[in-house]
C-alpha cells in the first residue's frame, strides 16, 4: 500500500464535492447535472483510490451509501426528543375550530395568525441526527420514545446528505421527515416483483416501510425510497431562524428535500384554501398523501403553546378521504390485449375512493389472484391513487360469503377460443390465437393506426370494432382496400367521412420505415426501438432476414428483444401481411443505412444541454449511426461537443481545451450532410490522424 500524496487527496475531495452535488441536483433539486455514465465512472474512480487507500474512507464518503455489511439485526435507539403524532381535523369546521384554539390561546386574532402548511407525506417517519455536520444515526420512529437504528439503510438514500451542504456545520442536528415511494417508483418495483415471483406490496407506504426494515441495506439500495424533511428537533447552535418555514430553507441549504408544495398562509381562511387546493392537485402529485399539515409558523409562538399530551398545539392534521375502500367483487371478466396478454378485471360493486367512482380494478395475473386468494363475492380493499389503475389489495377474509365462488383462469381465449398458453419464465398467460382472435386484431389495428404508429386520422376504435365485427378488416392490409362506398353503410359514417377516412389511408401510404416497424406491434417494440432498428439495417429486407445476433448489436436492443423480433418475422403469416401491406402501396424512403458512409468512424462526439427538434438520445442515436462514439465527458481527443439550451462545464471545458463546438442549427446542417453523404470530412477539418487519434480507447477518461 502507497502513502496517498497530495495529488490523490485532492482527487478524492474533488470526487467527493462532485458526487455529493450530482446526488443533491438530481435528488433534491431535480435538475440532474451528471449523466449516470459521469456519476458511475466518478464513483468507481473513488472506490478505486478508498480500495488502494483505506485509511482515506471516512462514514460521509459517497462510496459509504451502499455496500456495508448486512446488518445482524437493527438496535433501539432512544429518541432524545421524543417524536410526536399529530392531532387530526376531519373537515373545515375542525381546521377553524383549531385555528380558534390557538388564538384564543396566544390572546390574538386568528386572522392575524400565519400558518406553514404543506402536504402530509403517506410514508415512513424517521429521525436522523448529524454531528459537525456528518449523519450519524437514523431511526423509525417506533413508539415515539424509541425506534429501530436503520442507519445503514438510510444511507442509500440519495435525498440524505451524508454530510451536511455549506462550510459552517452546526455542532449537532436532528432532522425528521418522511420516507416515501413515489407512484412511478413503486408500480417499477411491484412490477419487476411480479416478473420474478417475488413479493407484491399492497400500496408505496408499505413498499417504503418494507424497504426500510431490510436487513441488507444493499436490498434497500436497489428500492426507489425517497426523503423529505419536514422538521427539526434538535439544532445546536440556534441558527436564528425565527419561522419554522425559515427553518425549512435552512434545511434545503444544509441539502436537504422540503416539500415543494410548502406554503405560508393567514388565518382560517387561508388554511382552509391551501386544503381545498392541495386536494384537487392530490391526484397529480405523483406520490401518496392523506392531508396536509398546518403547523404556527411562528416559533415563539409554538414554545408558547406548548404540547398537549403526545402532540403539540401548534400544529394539526387535516386528513384527506382514505385511497383506500372496500366494496365488493362481483365478477371477473378476462380481456385480451394487444400481444394476447389475458388480464384479469375485477367488476366491483361501484364505490366512490377519494372522489372518483370505481367499478373496476386489475388483478393482474393468474398469479396475482392466487397471491390475494381472492373469490368472487368477496369484499376487498380497493386503491386508487392518482393515475395508478385501480387496484386490489386485499381481500377480507373474514366477510367471505358462504356462496362465494373459485376464480377460474380460461383455458380458451373468451374472444376467439384459441388455447392460452403460459410460457416457462412468463408470468402472463396468453391467447395463442395471434392476429386470428378479433381482440387481438382489434388491438392490433388500434395500434397500427395509432398517431405514432402510421397515423391513420379518423380510424378510430369504434370504426376498428365495427370493422372487425364485420370481418371486413383481417389484417392490417385490408384497410387499404376499403372503399367509401361500402363504409358509408356503416353506422355514423356518412359519405364525407367515408370519403375522408379513404383519403387518410391514402396519405398513411406514405410513411417511414421507423414508424413503420413501429406499427407491426412486434412485441417490446416501442418507439425508440423501432428507430432504432430502422436506422440499424435501413431496410426491411434487412430487418427481416437478420439473425438474432445481428438484432442485438442494435442499440439497446437485448437478447429479450431480439428474440420477439426474429419469432415476428419467421412467421409466415406476418411476411404475408407484410407483402400485402406493400402490395397495397405502403411505401417509405429507402435510409440505405447499410452502404451509408460513416464518417465519423473513430470519432468521439459529446451533446450536453438541451436540443430543441430531437432529444439527446436521438442526436446520440443519429451520430452514431454515422460511425461516431458518443460519449459523457469531454476531453482533448473529443472531436467534436454539440452545445444546446443551458450547456454547462462541458461546454466550458470544450472551449478550455479547443474542442470544436457546434450549436444546435449546426449540428443540424453538419447531420443532414454527413447523413446524405454529401459532406467531405477532409473539408470539414478533421483528418485522417486527428480520426485515428480520436479512436484511442482512452479517451473516456
Ligand atoms: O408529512 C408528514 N407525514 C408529516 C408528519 C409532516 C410534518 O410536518 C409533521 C409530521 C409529524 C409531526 N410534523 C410533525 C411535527
Redesign the pocket.
Known amino acids: 500500500m502507497t502513502q496517498p500524496d497530495q495529488k490523490i487527496l485532492d482527487e478524492v475531495t474533488r470526487l467527493r464535492a462532485e458526487l455529493d452535488d450530482a446526488n443533491h441536483r438530481y435528488y433534491v433539486l431535480d435538475d440532474p447535472s451528471l449523466t449516470d455514465a459521469d456519476y458511475d465512472r466518478r464513483l468507481r474512480r473513488l472506490q478505486e483510490i478508498e480500495t488502494a487507500h483505506p485509511a482515506l474512507v471516512t462514514p460521509d464518503s459517497p462510496t459509504q451509501r451502499i455496500g456495508a455489511p448486512p446488518d445482524a439485526g437493527f438496535p433501539e435507539i432512544e429518541h432524545v426528543v421524543p417524536?410526536?403524532?399529530?392531532d387530526n381535523a376531519f373537515s373545515e369546521e375542525e381546521l377553524a375550530a383549531f385555528v380558534t384554539r390557538v388564538a384564543e390561546r396566544l390572546e390574538v386574532e386568528g386572522d392575524e395568525l400565519t400558518f406553514c402548511c404543506?402536504?402530509?407525506?403517506?410514508?415512513v417517519?424517521v429521525s436522523l441526527v448529524y454531528e459537525a455536520g456528518v449523519l450519524i444515526s437514523g431511526a423509525t420512529r417506533g413508539d415515539g420514545r424509541t425506534g429501530e437504528g436503520i442507519t445503514s439503510n438510510l444511507r442509500t438514500l440519495r435525498s440524505i446528505p451524508l454530510r451536511l451542504r455549506g462550510e459552517a456545520h452546526p455542532e449537532l442536528l436532528e432532522v425528521?421527515?418522511?420516507v416515501i415511494m413515489s407512484h412511478a417508483g413503486f408500480e417499477a418495483l411491484n412490477a419487476r416483483a411480479r416478473d420474478q415471483d417475488d413479493k407484491v406490496f399492497a400500496n408505496p407506504r408499505n413498499a417504503a416501510a418494507g424497504s426500510l426494515r431490510q436487513l441488507d441495506p444493499r436490498v434497500t439500495a436497489t428500492r426507489p425510497l425517497e426523503f423529505?424533511a419536514?422538521?427539526v428537533a434538535r439544532l445546536k447552535p440556534d441558527q436564528g431562524d425565527a419561522t419554522h418555514s425559515a427553518l425549512m430553507a435552512h434545511l434545503g441549504d444544509f441539502g436537504f428535500r422540503t416539500?415543494s408544495e410548502l406554503a405560508v398562509v393567514k388565518g382560517p381562511a387561508g388554511v382552509i384554501d391551501f386544503c381545498r387546493q392541495l386536494g384537487e392537485k392530490r391526484d397529480g402529485l405523483g406520490y401518496d398523501?392523506?392531508g396536509v399539515?398546518i403547523?404556527v409558523d411562528d416559533l415563539r409562538l409554538q414554545r408558547e403553546l406548548g404540547f398537549v399530551a403526545r402532540a403539540?398545539r401548534w400544529?394539526i392534521?387535516f386528513k384527506f378521504p382514505a385511497q383506500e375502500q372496500t366494496t365488493r367483487l362481483n365478477d371477473v371478466e378476462f380481456q385480451v390485449g394487444r400481444t394476447g396478454a389475458i388480464t384479469p378485471v375485477a367488476r366491483l360493486e361501484p364505490v366512490s375512493v377519494a372522489g372518483v367512482t370505481v367499478s373496476n380494478a386489475t388483478l393482474h395475473n393468474a398469479d396475482e389472484i392466487h397471491r390475494l386468494g381472492v373469490m368472487i363475492g368477496d369484499t376487498v380493499a380497493i386503491r386508487r391513487a392518482g393515475d395508478v389503475i385501480p387496484q386490489v389489495v386485499r381481500v377480507m377474509g373474514e366477510l367471505r360469503p358462504s356462496d362465494a365462488r373459485e376464480i377460474v383462469f380460461p383455458e380458451r381465449c373468451p374472444v376467439c377460443d384459441a388455447e392460452i398458453e403460459r410460457l416457462e419464465g412468463e408470468v402472463a398467460a396468453r391467447c395463442s390465437g395471434g392476429l386470428y382472435c378479433p381482440a387481438q386484431r382489434k388491438e392490433a389495428l388500434k395500434h397500427f393506426a395509432s398517431r405514432r404508429a402510421l397515423d391513420i386520422d379518423g380510424l378510430g376504435e369504434k370504426l376498428i370494432e365495427a370493422l372487425v365485427e364485420r370481418d371486413w378488416v383481417t389484417t392490417p392490409a385490408d384497410l387499404f382496400r376499403l372503399q367509401a362506398e361500402r363504409l358509408v353503410e356503416l353506422p355514423r359514417m356518412g359519405q364525407k367521412s367515408s370519403e375522408n377516412l379513404v383519403a387518410a389511408l391514402s396519405k398513411a401510404r406514405s410513411t417511414t420505415l421507423a414508424r413503420f416497424i413501429y406499427a407491426l406491434g412486434i412485441r417490446e417494440v416501442g418507439e425508440a426501438t423501432a428507430a432504432n432498428l430502422a436506422r440499424h439495417f435501413g431496410t426491411l429486407e434487412a430487418l427481416m432476414s437478420a439473425e438474432r445476433a445481428d438484432l442485438e448489436a442494435v442499440e439497446e436492443v437485448g437478447p429479450i428483444v431480439a428474440a420477439h423480433v426474429h419469432t415476428f418475422f419467421c412467421q409466415p403469416h406476418n411476411r404475408e401481411t407484410i407483402d400485402d401491406l406493400i402490395a397495397c402501396g405502403l411505401h417509405w424512403e429507402e435510409a440505405a443505412v447499410v452502404e451509408r458512409p460513416q464518417p465519423l468512424l473513430g470519432q468521439t462526439w459529446v451533446l450536453t444541454g438541451t436540443l430543441e427538434s430531437m432529444t439527446r438520445d436521438q442526436g446520440k442515436a443519429r451520430l452514431q449511426a454515422l460511425g461516431a462514439k458518443v460519449s459523457g465527458s469531454v476531453s482533448k481527443k473529443t472531436a467534436g461537443l454539440v452545445a444546446g439550451e443551458a450547456a454547462g462545464s462541458k461546454l466550458e471545458k470544450a472551449m478550455q481545451l479547443g474542442v470544436p463546438v457546434l450549436d444546435e442549427a449546426a449540428f443540424l446542417d453538419r447531420l443532414a450532410a454527413w447523413e446524405t453523404g454529401e459532406s467531405d470530412v477532409e473539408e470539414r477539418g478533421v483528418t485522417e490522424r486527428d480520426a485515428k487519434e480520436n479512436s484511442d480507447p482512452e479517451d473516456e477518461r
Open positions: 417524536m410526536l403524532s399529530l404543506e402536504p402530509k407525506l403517506d410514508g417517519a425528521r421527515g418522511e423529505s419536514y422538521q416539500s398523501i392523506d399539515v403547523k403539540p400544529a392534521a
